[in-house]
């Protein structure tokens, strides 16, 4: 088994195409290519999580947030990041991030977070656009049923909590194939009018090469004909931030202090307490600030998020309640969501590597204290 494999596993869980733009997800130190002796999951992949690994036998750190964020110019060392890398490379060990990837994920880091507060009735608070893809194609009425069912299997035509959608209407096409082509309809070098079917279905970004073999493997022509475009609507399952209920409804006291008992606090910083109950929340994980407008717009009473700066709590405006529950706190799940599904997954390891064990680190890599 290659750390190649263990990517595979872990771009099913939360494609790395649905990551932000300014992230770093994926590889980003090693060979994917070498042979896994063992995995390290961890929040972090700083110095301490590398020495971890070397002294476990891992050559593999998964950890949520990437080391290497922006552009190095050079490697000496002098700061957390280079110490971290230097030793990783040094060591022979392999670091893959997930990041926001995981954030987008309907399943990931929201829906972690949104569980832990016990809300229901979850949705996408900012629903990522570009991510939906149209295919159009023209097939052979006697080959239609075929090519559909090929383009399904490879998970084309869901829509929400429905699949198998499509629309068909019919056409004539028409062709001519030169000297060395070798048409399945009619002769080359002559003008063949075909009766067609012009299919059309959606698809999910990230299944793109995987849609597109499925049309090549089942349709019948020598060249298929076919248009992809990206579409505006945005995607109800992928996306940043959560929006559920609470079962019963909270005055903000009591809401402040479920927050803290359910994330294990002692302090919470939070902007006046509303004079109204709490019952709709949204949530997002790590530094939420940018979602205070989508918070607001979305109806709810409360928002729970980190990294807020002074002039922040300002914008709650006695509409909603700003909760900062801390960044490494608000995401305090996702080390073990991460242990748990690789565990799953990674169930052939050669005997002799660890007793073949994903291993969770128990390196605390929150940088913040509390006195």
Do not use: W
Not at 69 to 91: D, P, R
Not at 121 to 132: A, H, N, S, V, Y
Not at 145 to 171: M, P, Q, R
Request: glycine content about 8%; overall charge negative.
């Amino acid at each position: 088994m290659t750390i190649r494999d263990v990517i595979n596993e872990l771009n099913c869980l939360a494609p790395f195409k649905y990551a932000e733009e300014f992230d770093n997800v994926g590889l980003l130190v090693g060979n994917a290519n070498s042979e896994l002796k063992g995995i390290l999951v961890s929040h972090d992949a700083t110095k301490g999580v590398v020495e971890e690994a070397v002294n476990k036998n891992c050559n593999l750190i998964v950890c949520f947030h990437p080391i290497l964020f922006k552009g190095l110019k050079s490697i000496t060392g002098k700061n957390y990041v280079e110490q971290s890398v230097i030793h990783a490379i040094k060591n022979d060990i392999s670091i893959v991030a997930i990041h926001t990837a995981l954030d987008n994920n309907f399943s990931g880091v929201n829906d972690l977070f949104r569980k832990a507060l016990e809300l229901e009735d979850p949705e996408i608070l900012i629903p990522k656009t570009g991510t939906i893809k149209k295919l159009v194609t023209y097939v052979p009425i006697d080959s239609i049923e075929k090519v559909k069912t090929e383009l399904f299997n490879a998970g084309a035509g869901a829509i929400g909590n429905y699949d198998h959608c499509s629309f068909v209407s019919d056409g004539i096409g028409s062709f001519r194939g030169n000297d060395i082509s070798n048409p399945t309809y009619g002769t080359k070098g002559e003008i063949q009018h075909e009766k067609e079917k012009m299919l059309s279905v959606t698809f999910h970004q990230h299944l793109e090469s995987k849609v597109l073999k499925s049309l090549f493997n089942s349709h019948p022509y020598e060249e298929v004909a076919y248009e992809i475009t990206t579409l505006e609507n945005t995607n109800q399952k992928i996306g940043l931030g959560m929006v559920g209920r609470l079962s019963n409804e909270m005055t903000s006291e009591e809401f402040l202090n479920h927050v803290k008992n359910k994330l294990g606090l002692k302090f919470l910083r939070h902007s006046a307490n509303l004079n109204k109950k709490i019952s709709k929340v949204a949530v997002l994980g790590g530094s939420g600030s940018f979602a205070i407008p989508n918070a607001k717009s979305s109806g709810v009473e409360a928002f729970v998020t980190a990294d807020l700066k002074y002039h922040d709590f300002f914008s709650a405006e006695n509409e909603i309640l700003l909760i900062d529950a801390g960044h490494f706190e608000t995401e305090q799940f996702i080390k073990s969501f991460l242990f748990d599904y690789l565990s799953k997954k990674i169930t052939n390891f050669a005997p002799a590597l660890s007793g073949g064990k994903v291993i969770l680190s128990t390196t605390n890599t929150n940088p913040v204290k509390y006195f």
